[in-house]
Structures are given as structure tokens and as C-alpha cells.
């Protein structure tokens, strides 16, 4: 059994607003409840194929708290690591893809493959090289020296990958860069989504994606090289525990209650339940939808449904 939600968007044709329809994946604590607390990790990644590995990861973390367990730094590290990898993954894949295709561009199949293949076993450096190659045209760390609006759209105009061309397109077009709802829950201290561009744009979500893309790389080294302090749980109170972990999506988190080492109660709060659920960051998004021509509203939908979660499973209906 897979816990998967389901989001469907319904675009109006005429007057009117978007409708959004989620359907939450399956309550963990419905299965986990009374099973021991050390299955819990491995039951999790059964559970949620998306975003897999930062599912376990958060898991580990949340039980071993609860448990009163120190993992040694080098096994702390290994696993972010291999979070790590996993969010390189994700964000080349939808860029090479996803972005390709809303350009109309033919899917860029051979930078997919390469991504995927350094995102396995690929060193820091590797992995930096393959995001230069690929997506960014400049080495992560001179594309993070890109502090403000201008210097984005200079880099996006030169058109020199799918992601610069992407950028160029929303942000070229009509209430893209106009702030609508809340920073991106990440990566808000880099001057570029802190000063550079209006707070809570579909641009800004966007440039988050890159910044937390390009980050990566230089995380990676200082964890490998013990220069990092990797991911921790937390135990708010005697046999709970609670975890956060950074993922493609966004922030990743788990809580739990252990009784006698069986698990008592759980509780997963994906990126995709915050920004979707009633109230969420998507509602207030979607409201630029229904304001743009008819004509671009799918693809406008398509883009903010990108940027609040590239990952899950959906679908746009015009209606």
C-alpha cells in the first residue's frame, strides 16, 4: 500500500475562481499505531513513495529522539547526505522535464539521465559540475551570487539553459512577479528571495527551487568532510520525538509518541498537506489565476502548481 494524495484544479473559463480539490494521502498513525517503533522508518518508506528517502530520514530521526538514541555524526551525516541526493534529483528531473515541456521545448532526456545518474553515486563536485552543465550555465556558487532582481533577469535573458528560459517566461509575463502570498518556507535568507524579488511571486517560488538546488552541492561537501552539523531529532518531552528535514518540496516533518517502544501515536506534516490544505499558501496563489486572460490560465496553473510542489500528482481542468 502507497500513501499518495491526489490534488485536482478546476480553471474557469469565464468569470469566476479556481476551485481546489486535495485529498490527503493515508494517516500514518492509522497504520503505525502499536507497531514497534524501530519498524516505524521502514514502514514509513513503504508508505510514501514521494520523497522516499527524506521520509525515513525524518522517521529515523523522530523514533531515535523518542528513544532516547544518539546515532553516531558520520551515520547523521550519511543520511542527510542521502537526502540530499534525492532533492538533487527531484529538482534536475522537473527542470529538465517539466520545465522543458511548459516552454514547449522537446524534454531534455540526456540532462535528465545525467542528473539522475550523479544524483546516485556522484561526488559534491560531480553533482556541482552536472547543475552548472544543466541548469544554471555558472557554477553554483557565482549563480548564488545573484542578489537581486535584475541581476536574475540578465542571467534568465541570456537564455543559456531551460531554467533560464523558464525564469525568463514567468517572469516576463503579466502578475508573475507580483507578491501574493508568503515567502518560500526556505532558503528566505538569500538576498535574492529576501530583497531581490516581491515576497510570495510565482518568480520568487520559483528562484527558491534553484537557490535550494544550488545550495546543495556545497552542503553535501561540508557534511562529508564532518565541517557540518547534520539534521537532529528533538524529544519536546519524555518518549516523544519530532524531526525536520529539508526536501525537494519543502520542509518535511514528523512527530511521534512511544509507549512501552511501540508507537502510540503519529503524525507526518508534509509541504504538500501546508501549502494545500484549506487556508493554504495554494488558495491564496491560485487567486492570480482566475485574473490573468483566459487563454494563459491553464499554463499560469500549471506554473503555480509547480512552484508550491513539484512532486505530487495532479491534474487542471478547464470548466
Avoid at 510514501?48 to 544518539?70: K, P, R, S, T, W
Avoid at 549563480?143 to 514567468?170: H, K, M, N, Q, Y
Avoid at 529576501?194 to 546543495?216: E, I, K, M, N, Y
Amino acid at each position: 500500500m502507497t500513501a499518495r494524495g491526489a490534488i485536482r484544479l478546476v480553471v474557469p473559463s469565464g468569470a469566476g475562481d479556481c476551485i481546489l480539490h486535495y485529498t490527503p494521502p493515508l494517516d500514518a498513525a492509522l497504520v503505525l499505531r502499536n507497531a514497534p517503533a524501530h519498524h516505524a522508518p521502514a514502514m514509513v518508506r513503504r508508505l510514501y513513495a514521494i520523497c522516499a528517502d527524506a521520509q525515513e530520514h525524518a522517521a529515523l530521526l523522530a523514533v531515535e529522539a523518542a528513544l532516547g538514541i544518539e546515532a553516531a555524526p558520520e551515520e547523521l551525516a550519511r543520511r542527510e547526505i542521502a537526502t540530499a541526493r534525492e532533492a538533487v534529483r527531484e529538482h534536475g528531473l522537473r527542470i529538465s522535464l517539466d520545465w522543458a515541456r511548459m516552454l514547449g521545448e522537446p524534454a531534455d532526456h540526456a540532462a535528465a539521465r545525467d542528473v539522475l545518474r550523479v544524483s546516485q553515486d556522484g561526488s559534491p563536485e560531480q553533482i556541482d559540475a552536472a547543475i552548472e552543465r544543466h541548469v544554471t550555465g555558472l557554477a553554483p556558487r557565482d549563480w548564488l551570487g545573484l542578489a537581486t532582481g535584475l541581476e536574475l533577469r540578465d542571467w534568465a535573458a541570456a537564455g543559456a539553459s531551460v531554467a533560464a528560459r523558464f525564469i525568463a517566461r514567468v517572469g516576463s509575463s503579466p502578475d508573475m512577479g507580483a507578491g501574493i502570498g508568503a515567502l518560500p518556507e526556505r532558503n528566505g535568507d538569500h538576498p535574492l528571495l529576501a530583497t531581490g524579488l516581491p515576497g510570495g511571486s510565482l518568480l520568487s517560488r520559483h528562484a527558491a527551487r534553484l537557490v535550494g538546488l544550488c545550495r546543495l552541492p556545497a552542503r553535501m561537501a561540508a557534511l562529508a568532510a564532518g565541517q557540518a552539523e547534520p539534521a537532529r531529532g528533538t524529544s519536546p518531552a519524555p518518549g516523544t520525538g519530532q524531526a525536520m528535514v529539508d526536501c525537494a518540496r519543502g520542509s518535511l516533518k514528523h512527530h511521534l509518541r512511544v509507549v512501552d517502544s511501540r508507537i502510540a501515536a503519529y503524525r507526518i506534516v508534509s509541504p504538500t498537506d501546508r501549502a494545500f490544505s484549506a487556508g493554504g499558501e495554494a488558495e491564496r496563489q491560485f487567486r492570480r489565476v482566475a485574473n490573468v486572460p483566459a487563454t494563459m490560465r491553464p499554463q499560469v496553473a500549471e506554473w503555480t502548481m509547480q512552484a508550491l510542489d513539484p512532486c505530487v500528482d495532479y491534474a487542471i481542468e478547464v470548466a
